[in-house]
Antibody, heavy 118, light 107 residues
Framework: QVQLVESGGGVVQPGRSLRLSCAASGFTLRSYTIHWVRQAPGKGLEWVALISFDGSNKYYADSVKGRFTISRDISKNTLYLQLNSLRADDSAVYYC???????????WGQGTLVTVSS | DIQLTQSPSFLSASVGDRVTITCRASQGISNYLAWYQQKPGKAPKLLIYAASTLQSGVPSRFSGSGSGTEFTLTISSLQPEDFATYYCQQVNSYPITFGQGTRLEIK
């Protein structure tokens, strides 16, 4: 069955870096556009980034542009989000999600928590 | 960016009640709107896409309507498992944006 499993979260100091992973199973990343969405504690959902099914297009929210980088390893069927120059307001649960009909998200991972704190 | 405003932000209701949540977009988005349900500590779950199409496996007591700038999510008869937070999402243009959420609690 379709599954997305995030990992790599943790506590990191401001200005440092972290790499999140999203391992996909039950489908191939070659066929689906994948997004990252985050949710700060007690807050709403914020779209972060996407990588298209063919890997040719990557888009980012203005709040992370220039600091975060989305990539993937097809051989591992795994997606990555490199988080650089982290700030306190980047603290959130980060979800990866598969794009379905009309760009909605039909499958989500369980999320991985990133806490940026000194 | 397209802003989505949900109302109300908080809703208290009883099992069996009919409830409606509204989502207003800052500009027209045709029918490029989805609704999600999120329970504490869990990922969001897709309920409705294209404003009114029920996602496979979602109970028929959920329905959506609207087009352009005003949309609604209706739950015809609340069940205990429906108490959660609901988000609308526009997928008309990037960046994709979400409403601020409507928290539905048991009265």
């Amino acid at each position: 069955q379709v599954q997305l499993v995030e990992s790599g979260g943790g506590v990191v100091q401001p200005g440092r870096s972290l790499r999140l992973s999203c391992a996909a199973s039950g489908f191939t990343l070659r066929s689906y556009t994948i997004h990252w969405v985050r949710q700060a504690p007690g807050k709403g959902l914020e779209w972060v980034a996407l990588i298209s099914f063919d890997g040719s297009n990557k888009y980012y929210a203005d709040s992370v542009k220039g600091r975060f980088t989305i990539s993937r390893d097809i051989s591992k069927n795994t997606l990555y989000l490199q988080l650089n120059s982290l700030r306190a307001d980047d603290s959130a649960v980060y979800y990866c999600a598969r794009q379905a009909t009309l760009s909605t998200f039909d499958y989500w991972g369980q999320g991985t928590l990133v806490t940026v704190s000194s | 960016d397209i802003q989505l405003t949900q109302s109300p932000s908080f809703l208290s209701a009883s099992v069996g009640d009919r409830v409606t949540i509204t989502c207003r977009a800052s500009q027209g988005i045709s029918n490029y709107l989805a609704w999600y349900q999120q329970k504490p500590g869990k990922a969001p779950k897709l309920l409705i896409y294209a404003a009114s199409t029920l996602q496979s496996g979602v109970p028929s007591r959920f329905s959506g309507s609207g087009s352009g700038t005003e949309f609604t999510l209706t739950i015809s008869s609340l069940q205990p498992e429906d108490f959660a937070t609901y988000y609308c999402q526009q997928v008309n243009s990037y960046p994709i944006t979400f409403g601020q959420g409507t928290r539905l609690e048991i009265k």
